[in-house]
């Protein structure tokens, strides 16, 4: 039968589910807030009934209704299979290498795939704060695939980040290698209201593979503060189809925690 | 002979903060986010103005914010300051722009794995994140020595990280059930807090509800924490109110989003709230009240219900 696209959704929606066709039904894959939960929450009502959740406040492996507020909402711990510790997950799951996927967010994203969460301007006296790592640094050190989801703004895109909070290829191929990291090439996707980027990895710097629908390749470059390598083989994100845009909205996300832009449910 | 009591240690939120916080002490704070903060032990370290604390944890929330925000914190150490959804701890990240406060960064596991430390009594840990990020090239003006990367001693050509063990001078935390003498059940996610009592000099543990040291005798696998690292015992119920309380109520998304709009906004408004709901407030009960009573906590009892 052929697929029946949507044509109502919102670019927000789709960056969530571009990403969680990365998502396979065996991984593990330690949930983060926002759009991200959102992308987790898809895939495992979707393509991937049988991904296992952990989360870092303790969780592992609930079975969650719908989006949660935060990592340290209640309802994280929904029909775990164990509510244990940070340690447990961080330590005992994530930093032992038993997970598989990690989603990570931030202020600055740079083209090695580094994160900043932590302050603009000088470290020791920022001119604004942001949260800090959390859990995220010890995912992106220790975790083999790292998937992100961002709107693609100037300010979010510059050729360095201000702050490592957490590495991505650090300045090179080698640079997770030379700085002593264990997982030394993780794959590094990012999905953006533009387009999907990865980690290219002989040359430690993100490659454009795919456009959002009716993006070109200018308007990421616009957008985009260093010049990203861009794919011979450029795709298309397709579409999601009319019964993924009714699951994302009625089964992931009613009431509308992270998916702000798009109508709500009628109840 | 070892600090270690099997007393009874049943004291009133004043008695226990008289007792066992002091100004400049380091105060372990549990607690995550929207879940189970030690708001009640916060409002009473805030209203007998302990000062020039430095707080630790791992993602530390509003208890963090409001002490920040009442002035008593010279230094955080942790893993985040920040309350997810619902926002920036906008006096925490005020005070660390205009340079009030100073913040020691580390992540979520450095954090645990030096109290893992304190709590084994052994001086530091290996642990392998931090590496190549920028969280090991900035460090607190009061930091002594933040890390040593050494050469893994079995496995040659290997880097290794060390971060230095963790020992709070008193750690608060709030928890669902607890002995007179201190033995603790913590449901569902417990956080960083199984480590950071264990390794805190000395603990103030809240709790909803004080049952009896039988029960724990009966089903010892549910003991979280025994006696041995609890020093106070203070009965409160909604003690973590406006966060969560897993199994008991859930967090007051409207009460946390009105406290966020005077964080953010500041200066008198700020005031305003702290006056209103802290030094207002003669005890946690009187807070309670104001923010809605019974009615109120009913509605987000029920909220829990459907969660579970």
Excluded at chain 1, 169 to 189: C, F, N, Q, S
Excluded at chain 2, 261 to 281: F, I, M, N
Excluded at chain 2, 284 to 307: A, P, S, T, Y
Aim: glycine share 8%; proline share 5%.
């Amino acid at each position: 039968m052929e697929k029946q696209y949507s044509d109502n959704y919102t670019r927000e929606e789709l960056m969530a589910i571009e990403a969680s066709r990365f998502i396979k039904s065996t991984d593990t894959v330690i949930l983060g807030t926002g759009l991200p939960m959102v992308a987790a929450i898809f895939a495992q009502k979707t393509h991937a009934r049988g991904i296992n959740f952990v989360v870092e406040s303790g969780s592992i492996d609930p079975i969650l209704p719908s989006v949660p507020f935060t990592v340290a909402d209640p309802i994280i711990g929904y029909r775990a299979i164990k509510t244990g510790s940070l340690r447990e997950v961080l330590g005992c799951l994530v930093q032992r290498g038993l997970v598989d996927i990690g989603f990570l967010g931030g202020a600055e994203i740079d083209q090695f795939g580094n994160i900043n969460s932590t302050c603009i301007g000088d470290p020791q006296n920022p001119k604004v704060r942001f949260p800090g790592s959390g859990g995220a640094n010890c995912i992106a050190s220790c975790v083999p695939k790292i998937l992100i989801i961002t709107q693609h703004e100037k300010r979010r895109f510059p050729a360095k980040v201000q702050f490592i909070t957490s590495p991505g290829y650090i300045d090179g191929p080698d640079g997770r290698k030379k700085a002593g990291l264990k997982v030394t090439k993780p794959e590094i996707i990012v999905v953006t209201d533009l387009c999907v980027m990865d980690i290219d990895a002989s040359t430690g710097r993100l490659k454009v593979t795919k456009l959002m629908p009716g993006i070109t390749v200018d308007q990421v470059y616009q957008n985009t503060r260093f010049r990203p390598a861009v794919s011979e083989h450029m795709g298309v994100v397709e579409p999601p189809t009319e019964d993924e845009v009714r699951i994302l909205r009625e089964e992931v996300d009613p009431k509308r925690v992270y998916l702000k832009d798009c109508p709500k449910t009628p109840r | 002979m070892s600090k270690v009591s099997k007393e009874v240690k049943v004291m009133s939120a004043q008695e226990a903060v008289e007792r066992f916080v002091f100004d400049g002490a380091i105060i372990g704070i549990g607690g995550q986010n929207v879940s189970r903060c030690a708001v009640a032990l916060a409002h009473e370290i805030i209203k007998q103005g302990k000062k020039d604390l430095t707080l630790t944890g791992c993602n530390l929330s509003i208890h963090m914010d409001l002490m920040v925000g009442a002035g008593l914190v010279k230094k955080c150490e942790s893993g985040l300051g920040g309350q997810g959804k619902f926002g920036a701890t906008f006096q925490f990240k005020r005070a660390i722009e205009e340079k009030r406060m100073e913040a020691e960064d580390y992540d979520h596991l450095t954090m645990v794995s030096r109290f893992l430390a304190g709590e084994m009594g052994i001086p530091f840990i290996p642990v392998r994140g931090l590496m190549g990020s920028d969280i090991l090239n900035y460090q607190a003006a009061s930091t002594k020595k933040k890390f040593e990367i050494i050469n893994d001693p079995w496995n040659q050509g290997e880097k290794v990280l060390l971060v230095p063990a963790m020992e709070p001078d008193v750690t608060i935390v709030h928890v669902q059930k607890a002995d007179e003498i201190g033995n603790v059940l913590i449901q569902g996610i417990a956080s960083h807090e199984p480590e950071l009592i264990r390794a805190s000099k000395t603990t103030i543990v809240s709790c909803e509800e004080i049952i009896s040291t039988q029960f724990f005798r009966s089903n010892s696998d549910y003991t979280t924490v025994p006696y041995h690292y609890i020093d106070a015992v203070v009965e409160q119920r909604f003690g973590a109110y406006p966060t969560a309380t897993y199994g008991y109520y859930s967090f007051d998304a409207d009460h946390i989003n009105y406290y966020q709009q005077c964080s953010r906004a500041g200066g008198e408004e700020y005031k305003k709230y702290l006056d209103e709901y802290v030094y207002g407030c003669e005890t946690f009960d009187d807070f309670i009240e104001k923010c809605g009573g019974v009615k109120k906590l009913n509605h987000l009892q029920r909220e829990m219900v459907r969660l579970m």
